[in-house]
């Protein structure tokens, strides 16, 4: 297990069509982060978990967007009847129970709604 | 809430010299983290350098260094000897606890050869 993987790399969709973007951790690491990044922007805090629990939900976060994260393993991410502005990366991060180490990143998924 | 403010949009150095990257943040807690972060076009962000505010000294990662100044809550990355491979966005980012990373807008450093 070398690092956080995001899947897929790239979406295009669609104004109004859903999507559903996938995150699996580093196996030990119990609590796993959503981002939302724009073009030359710094990363926005989407919302978290520790383990199977969603702990903390951004204002961000409308009701078109929810995540899971069933057993504490991997995480999905869904955006609902999504919109332009929806465009951007999101990016995971983990990390585990050394959590002053710092977050381990994702590649992150380009989200392009056309 | 926390903030974090990076001044410098964007940054340019020559092959092999010095720069810095200035961070302030805001904060009324004793006991935080701050890292910084590169992100490499089109590649993941990875952790460059951490400190832990209860700690003087400055932490050091081979040509990575920085100035922290608490009382000023200023987190400044040094990069020595600036390689081609330095060149990225750098997002300065603070922590408290077990909470979330918020993160600072950037910094773009280009390394001229």
């Known amino acids: 297990d070398t690092g956080v993987s995001q899947d897929p790399r790239h979406k295009i969709t669609k104004r109004g069509q859903n999507v559903t973007f996938r995150c699996d951790p580093i196996s030990e690491h119990n609590r796993l982060y959503w981002y939302r990044q724009t073009l030359g922007q710094g990363p926005e805090f989407l919302t978290y978990?520790?383990?199977?629990?969603?702990?903390?939900k951004s204002r961000l976060l409308s009701d078109r967007f929810s995540a899971e994260r069933p057993k504490g393993s991997f995480s999905t991410l869904e955006i609902q009847r999504t919109e332009q502005g929806d465009s951007a990366m999101y990016l995971c991060?983990?990390?585990?129970?050394?959590?002053?180490?710092?977050?381990?990143f994702g590649s992150g998924t380009r989200l392009t709604v056309v | 809430a926390q903030t974090v403010t990076q001044s410098q949009p964007e940054m340019s150095v020559q092959e092999a010299e010095t720069v810095t990257l200035s961070c302030t943040y805001d904060?009324?807690?004793?006991?935080?983290?701050l890292f910084w972060y590169k992100q490499p076009p089109s590649r993941q962000m990875i952790l460059v350098i951490r400190q832990e505010a209860y700690k003087q000294q400055n932490a050091t990662e081979n040509r990575f260094s920085v100035n922290f100044q608490k009382a000023a809550k200023s987190f400044s990355l040094k990069i020595s000897d600036s390689q081609l491979g330095d060149a990225a966005m750098y997002f300065c980012?603070?922590?408290?606890?077990?909470?979330?990373?918020?993160f600072g807008q950037g910094t773009r450093l280009t390394i001229n050869p």
């Open positions: 978990f520790q383990n199977e629990a969603q702990l903390e």
């Open positions: 991060a983990t990390t585990g129970p050394r959590s002053w180490y710092g977050y381990t």
């Open positions: 904060t009324s807690e004793s006991d935080y983290y």
């Open positions: 980012a603070f922590r408290e606890g077990a909470q979330k990373l918020v």
